[in-house]
């Protein structure tokens, strides 16, 4: 066999052969706050099981999470609700756009799996469980702090309510929903606590961090932390695996070949189940709604790490 | 950690746990070859990279291979043709039935990926690439004899006949394509070849052997012929996790975590990426088409040797 | 050539032939307002161009208008826009329920026809053209009045406030059309006005008064007013023929063979283009959603007065 | 009121008006023999049920039949199965393309009318009957020969086999019907028949004058022989105007108010109940399929001779 590849050069030699795609695909413009971002922006980050840490370029800036945000709501739903959750939402690809309505309506207000849009509503719905969007917005917020490690993960207002004020097919997937009595709280509540939390900001560096217990059976390896059992954390990477990028899952599994969540905010946290978390980020997207150079050099890396799980 | 499970005890212990289950299901009955089947019947073969093998049950006894078929007409045709073959063929997940035709119209004849019906169909026409059926036919055949190291595979000529006696569906399909330019061959001409590969007939431990390379980065790690490249390799599998069970992919990756392919025959093959393939055969099928108690070992199996690979 | 039908014996003969039927289908019961109705109530009421009338039953008896509302905004807005109208709704029919989404998705925020729920919320929309949800209230209110030639046309606050509180769907297909930039109000605006102009309260005599300018090219025959173009009045009536009852309305043309439109309440409203005008209310429902016995009295009345248009 | 327009100068001046636009649209190229066709070719020819004719421009020349063929198969196939006919079709808009396969695959086989192409196969089908297609071309071509009152119409044998070599929509259609078991007669039949009763060479003097008996209560005025029954033929021209276009019927019926069938020979047949018949050719088609001249012609008639149903 060849020999183990070194982390930090890897990281290095990919995030030089970015520059030349930087500015490439299409930066998210449907509210001002995203749209202002440079789409010249790169970040990467990898932490590994045993704390080995790798960074490039804008690891440490801050950019909004969006759907990414989505792995950890599903993650703090199933510690809270258990399997009763998948009665509400399923865990097959959709095949369909993000935001797509048609299958919801031909099955009965059950979203086909908790990465699409409306399978994330109903997952914040049921995280809500009655309670206040405030409690349910700080209980997300501080999760997220306590995974990353740092109090330095915050919501940005500004994109909360732009994402309100913009978000008429979120409101149209809730009510439908809410119509299939697949919604629990008042639409307005959970569609609150939703943008509010697409709209947190964090580094490539923290996200990575916060990540890494799903690397790790579901424990965190540093801290030693248990987040979840390592039967849901390999149940979240599958569901990451066949539908983290909707309609373009197979692609990235074809690619990649890693479980990964991007987010329209031009993150994609990738897990290397045994192995390490990584996040990059690059705000251009491409048609599907992924980072254009952020799955570059995904692909990158995880060739020359060989870390597909294929 | 816990300490390495023996592969041979395990597959005992997973077979015997199965018997209370054997029965269930329902045993394809769209032609009479297959409704005539045992639904009592079990089988199951491990083979490990190092060329180990254990085996449970019917493991010897030979079934019809149907579906699983595709995987190794994919790998053939992507031999033949490379990438050019993914201008006729997505790596999507449909989210759609096995038969499904209403997403091949929206998308202007070309399938969602190489395991739906339709996607294998057009499969199988780039392998024929002009050659006439007889001709493929006796490749496809003679490739799997060679992959399993055998020449006790033969095809059940009853079968295929009965395959295209009622296979209007594929007729549905093939001629649906034709319409869209995205069939070479004469419609009959791809079909019966389709049939025919469908109707060969393998054991389990023909089947785990035959799938060995594609544990082991192309190359049959027991002969060190390099049956494809790596990279390829890492791409079928990821094509098997994400669309090996049509409208189930995301169930199969959640309960097993293992890519896998399974045949209305009762079989399903799955690789264990670096480790084994497995072998597992059970007539009776669940809703979606997959062994019902061929999937539950499989889950039990790759829980127990600890073989997800997320 | 068969002599003339005396007009009030067959009205007369289909009451009685209605008797049997009378408690069949079932009554909409999503609001309590429309649930708490007596199943067995029956109103035919028919008003001829030349001033004849004929009634049965329960034919002075209010009911929720509900659905056939929107052939009267679709009048108003066509007065009010023109044209114009047709940018923002089309006139086929959907093959799809009264509430589907898919089209909706498919066709980029258009909906098929004024007269499946979101075309009519369109047409709402359409029709405030800016104005208070009040405003355009008491306008389709009044227009009724005038129409009926009666005062006492009335909206009913308590369905209205229901279907507000009930209308999850409504919600969803507003606020997805809002997001293809396809209304114009605010979706609270628009959806209020909607549901009050569905909750006026009329009777099977003021529906027919009311509708009776359709049956003689857009001219009151009574009053000698003119409530629009003998050309839009035909095109109102084609769109009642293809439209009028959602995914039955070709049942409808091919049993009454009479433009019409039906609503949840029980009511229908028919046409005899050059004749008549026909309202008969039965408050159960089939499985399309239109009154049982109501459209059992149409087709009945339809062959003995002679009255299909084919 | 205004006078009775005179025909033959109604139809004088209708033809001069389309003078300007004859050479619009696009002439169906998808078989030689019909690309062959000059685009500028407009014929039109009215038949009245008193028997006064009233012709334009090439009247008298044949041109392929095509989809016009479905109303006379569908009243033979009446006559011959009564109702029980409706089981296997329905008589709904279909809102969906003339070869659309996604909504037989949602209704099992069913067709929604018998004017998509899928609705006209099973019709086809149910008139066969068991016979041999030979014996139901001539039944179907000799029983045109009767409505038209001539020998002069004839089969064009190199459109048939055209038709049939490039038909592969269609083989997919009757298949996927078959695999329903929808289609009762050998897939090849079926289809041969309906090829041939598709490349029939009429006139629109000939069309005219066989379609006249569905302006008559099914009674031919000048033969007085009875096609068919009065309810029946109600019923026909029900179907023509919900469904005669495809999913331009909305349109047709709006624009026209007519029940009418379209060609992509670019032939339209157009039924005035109780007053005449109408047959209009004009090779080139609008984007649903539709004769561009000939819809707007038949408009321009039928707003001068004031023959709206509406």
């Given at each position: 066999?060849?020999?183990?590849p070194?982390?930090?050069a890897?990281v290095?030699?990919?995030?030089?052969?970015?520059?030349p795609h930087?500015?490439?695909?299409?930066?998210?413009?449907y509210i001002?706050a995203?749209?202002?971002?440079?789409?010249?922006?790169?970040?990467?980050?990898?932490?590994?099981?045993?704390?080995?840490?790798?960074e490039?370029?804008?690891?440490?800036?801050?950019?909004?999470?969006?759907?990414?945000s989505k792995?950890?709501?599903l993650t703090?739903?199933?510690?809270r609700?258990g399997?009763?959750?998948?009665?509400?939402?399923?865990?097959?690809?959709s095949?369909s756009r993000?935001?797509?309505?048609?299958?919801?309506e031909?099955?009965?207000?059950?979203p086909?799996?908790?990465f699409?849009?409306?399978g994330?509503i109903?997952?914040t719905?049921?995280l809500?469980?009655?309670?206040?969007?405030?409690?349910?917005i700080?209980?997300?917020r501080?999760?997220?702090r306590?995974l990353?490690?740092?109090?330095?993960?915050?919501?940005d207002k500004?994109?909360?309510?732009?994402?309100?004020a913009?978000?008429?097919?979120?409101?149209s997937?809730?009510?439908?929903?809410?119509?299939?009595?697949?919604?629990?709280?008042?639409v307005?509540d959970t569609l609150?606590?939703?943008?509010?939390?697409?709209?947190m900001r964090?580094?490539?560096?923290?996200?990575a961090?916060?990540?890494?217990?799903?690397?790790n059976?579901g424990?965190d390896?540093?801290?030693?932390?248990?987040?979840?059992?390592?039967?849901?954390?390999?149940?979240?990477n599958?569901?990451?695996?066949?539908c983290?990028?909707?309609?373009?899952s197979?692609?990235?599994?074809f690619?990649?070949?890693?479980?990964?969540k991007?987010?329209?905010?031009?993150?994609?946290?990738?897990i290397?189940?045994?192995?390490?978390?990584i996040?990059?980020?690059?705000?251009?997207?491409?048609e599907?709604?992924?980072s254009?150079?952020?799955?570059?050099?995904?692909?990158?890396l995880?060739?020359?790490m060989?870390?597909?799980v294929?």
């Amino acid at each position: 066999m060849s020999p183990i590849p070194n982390l930090a050069a890897v990281v290095a030699t990919v995030g030089k052969e970015m520059q030349p795609h930087l500015g490439g695909g299409h930066v998210a413009d449907y509210i001002p706050a995203l749209a202002r971002v440079d789409g010249r922006r790169f970040g990467l980050a990898v932490i590994t099981c045993e704390g080995e840490t790798a960074e490039f370029g804008d690891a440490w800036m801050p950019f909004s999470i969006q759907s990414i945000s989505k792995v950890f709501t599903l993650t703090m739903a199933l510690e809270r609700l258990g399997a009763e959750l998948w009665k509400r939402v399923g865990r097959e690809p959709s095949g369909s756009r993000f935001n797509s309505i048609v299958q919801l309506e031909n099955e009965k207000g059950v979203p086909r799996n908790p990465f699409i849009n409306a399978g994330a509503i109903v997952v914040t719905d049921a995280l809500m469980a009655g309670r206040e969007p405030g409690a349910v917005i700080a209980d997300i917020r501080d999760t997220m702090r306590g995974l990353a490690d740092t109090d330095a993960i915050d919501i940005d207002k500004e994109v909360a309510t732009s994402e309100a004020a913009t978000g008429f097919r979120n409101y149209s997937l809730a009510n439908f929903m809410r119509g299939f009595d697949n919604l629990k709280s008042p639409v307005e509540d959970t569609l609150q606590t939703y943008f509010h939390q697409c709209s947190m900001r964090i580094s490539c560096r923290q996200l990575a961090r916060a990540g890494l217990f799903l690397a790790n059976r579901g424990v965190d390896p540093l801290t030693k932390v248990q987040v979840t059992t390592a039967n849901r954390t390999r149940r979240i990477n599958a569901v990451m695996m066949t539908c983290g990028h909707y309609d373009a899952s197979g692609e990235f599994a074809f690619q990649v070949g890693l479980p990964g969540k991007s987010g329209v905010g031009g993150g994609i946290l990738t897990i290397v189940p045994g192995k390490a978390a990584i996040a990059v980020w690059s705000p251009g997207l491409n048609e599907a709604g992924t980072s254009h150079v952020g799955a570059m050099a995904l692909e990158s890396l995880a060739t020359k790490m060989g870390w597909s799980v294929f």
